[in-house]
């Protein structure tokens, strides 16, 4: 997908904050104006978008001033390779990124590679159950508590920034701060 995604580091305690995060992006300026495809809210990235995402090295295509230059189809085609953002937040069921090369999974418990983690994510997609084995140690465990190394997460809130590639950019420390503020919850991220 190419994106980086910013989200509460505790899902479990956060409701529905949809409307609050996105507020909070237009304010600093990091969203400007909205465009709605296929029922999901995307935002264009606003003036102050570079001062709070920074890009190591490669400089992003961002397209400021957009309505002039894109229409609803040409948004359709192209939406994956632009800087577009996304806020989802619901209370019921996880969502599951992960990175299209090179997913990491190390066990909570015993520390090793999870080599298995394709065909856990495949049954969690048909049964929706958290619990499983560690096929190395065996000890029961949440797909939840899985370290990723950024290189996947579950998540029911998230903002999602589209367009970035894996470890091309970083949020910076202060928007950490702020959606810690805005939401009692401490955050984090990964790319997916
Ligand atoms: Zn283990």
Redesign the pocket.
Known sequence: MNCLVLIPINQQYISDVQVKISNALLELNITQSAIINNNTEYFFAGDSYLQFISFLGCSPYLNFNPQKQLTLSDLKQTIADLNYIQILSNSEDYVFLNTQYGVKAI?P????K?TEWQSLIIQWQSNLKLETN??????A?SLLDIDWKRTAGFFKTAIIFHGIQAELAVPSDELLLKLEKLTKLQWQYFYG
């Open positions: 066990c418990a015993c520390k090793k999870m560690c096929k190395q140690c065996l000890n465990i």
